[in-house]
C-alpha cells in the first residue's frame, strides 16, 4: 500500500511557480507533523519545510523563505507546497514525509519521520 503520494512536480522557468500535493491514506494524518525534503543529483537530501498536526507550527529551510509556502487541509489528508520565485537551484526530486510519533511538532531533522512518498521532479530552467 502505497500512502504517501506526490503531485504536482513538472518542469517550469526560473521565475515561475508549482504547487506540489501529497495525499495520506491514513485515517489518523490530522495527528502527525508533516514535511517536506528535496534532493539534487550529486547531493544529500535536505530540509525544506514542516508544519505542525494543527497548521500553527511552521519552519522553512532558510534558502526557500518568503518564497515557499506550506499548508495542509487536514479534512482532505492533503499536505501542500506552494513554490513561487522558483530557481535553477531549486531542481531537485521533492518528497513529503510524515513524522513517525504523534509528539513530533514540526521537525526538520530527517530521522524524525518514518513514511515517505515516491518523490516528484521539479526542473526550473535558466
Known amino acids: 500500500q502505497v500512502r504517501l503520494v506526490e503531485s504536482g512536480g513538472g518542469l517550469v522557468q526560473a521565475g515561475g511557480s508549482l504547487r506540489l500535493s501529497c495525499v495520506d491514506s491514513?485515517?489518523?494524518?490530522?495527528?502527525?507533523?508533516m514535511g517536506w525534503f528535496r534532493q539534487a543529483p550529486g547531493k544529500e537530501r535536505e530540509f525544506v519545510a514542516t508544519?505542525?498536526?494543527?497548521?500553527?507550527?511552521?519552519h522553512y529551510a532558510d534558502s526557500v523563505k518568503g518564497r515557499f509556502t506550506i499548508s495542509r487541509d487536514n479534512a482532505k489528508n492533503t499536505v501542500y507546497l506552494q513554490m513561487n520565485s522558483l530557481k535553477p537551484e531549486d531542481t531537485a526530486i521533492y518528497y513529503c514525509?510524515?513524522?513517525?510519533?504523534?509528539?513530533?511538532?514540526?521537525?526538520?531533522?530527517?530521522?524524525?519521520?518514518?513514511?515517505w512518498g515516491q518523490g516528484t521532479q521539479v526542473t526550473v530552467s535558466s
Open positions: 508544519i505542525s498536526p494543527s497548521g500553527s507550527l511552521i
Open positions: 491514513a485515517r489518523t494524518f490530522s495527528n502527525y507533523a
Open positions: 514525509a510524515k513524522s513517525l510519533s504523534t509528539v513530533v511538532e514540526a521537525a526538520s531533522t530527517e530521522r524524525l519521520y518514518d513514511t
